[in-house]
């Protein structure tokens, strides 16, 4: 009997509802099968790609990573020259070309634990790393994605872009996750210790007896330089990636304005907590939210080269961080804000910009309900990784040669077009 007359076994086809079988969607798409390495994509069509040429110069350097660079250099060639000359010129002058790094020293604080506080530099200080991640995105994806996609055998320029947008949040969340995890071990929040989430803040009015300071708990004003830095530079960027979406700096997908809302709510957080002297939660949230994302962008990396079980069990161990950091250790903070934030005492439930207080009795819900609202998103998008699970184990996509990968939409588009 030729090999054209065998009867093949029928793989039972998964069950695909809503997102789950969505190959635009940016969770559910990249784990559903992919072209065959090293296969001809369905047609010869382009990709979106950007043309740098076509853009305004005020947007180019979010593009173009040889103008984001010269940004960047710039100030710190100025911040170079002034601490050369300044010294002759005019000594004891404070550098203005410090926007890179951190500022608000406080004079007072110990030499050996040097504390900061907000200042109006933190917005240049934000902007100068929204351009910064703005080069280094554009050239991982130019200079390592693209080679190290190919050398796996990649050839479409959609999965080339899905590719390289997946290693530039691998290596982000992983150090990030990394910095988070170091910033804690400063803080006397580690291991998530809730309490102390309200405790050992001091006023910044000099109206407060010093006796009465170490049994504050909020605020907690004065910042390692760690923490604001690691606020900060988290800050600039989830700004940047809001700049790539709104300027359509990056092929669109179908749930863009899911991923906008996402990025304004994601901000709104940051720069609130960060405005309001919450920043010890703060960085128990993102510790929850960057190191299981490592592994999820991971898992994705695995399924577009096609090692597929190796994807499965990444799947499985991203699950189960996933369900720990994300619901248990999130319903923790939740408890925190609920039950613990009111034993505060009433000197600080009031908004004094002068003390640096913001916590009258409404600022509870004000942080339950954005949490509250985070976890049921959470939850959300658990049932759904939960199917994709389940699929991965009860399917065997080793040798499944479809073609559903994300690109596969512009690709019949184009075909259409050439019949």
Known sequence: MSASHKKTKKRPQPLYTGIEGDKTHHLTGPFLPQTPLGGTPRSASPAFRVNFTQRSAFIRWAIDPALSFKICLLPVILWLNWKLLAPYADPGAPNPFSIFLISGYIPTSSPEDPRYRKTWWDIPFIMFYVVFFSFVRQTLAIRVSRPLAKYFGLRSEGKLDRFGEQMYAFLYFMVFGAWGYRVMLQLPTYWYKTSALWEGGTILSSGIPDFLRPVIGYPHWDMKPDLKAYYLVQFGYWWQQLVVLVLGLEKPRKDYHELVAHHFVTLWLIGWSYLVNLTLIGNAVYMSMDIPDTFLAFSKLLNYIQWNTAKVYAFGIFFAIWTYFRHYLNILILWSVWFEEPTLPQSVKHWS?????????????????????????NLFWYYYMFKILVRGLMTNEVDDHRSDDEGDDDDNADDKKND
């Open 353 to 377: 910009w002068e003390e640096g207080v913001y916590l009258p009795n409404w600022m509870k819900y004000q942080i339950f309900i954005p949490l509250f609202l985070l976890q049921c998103l």
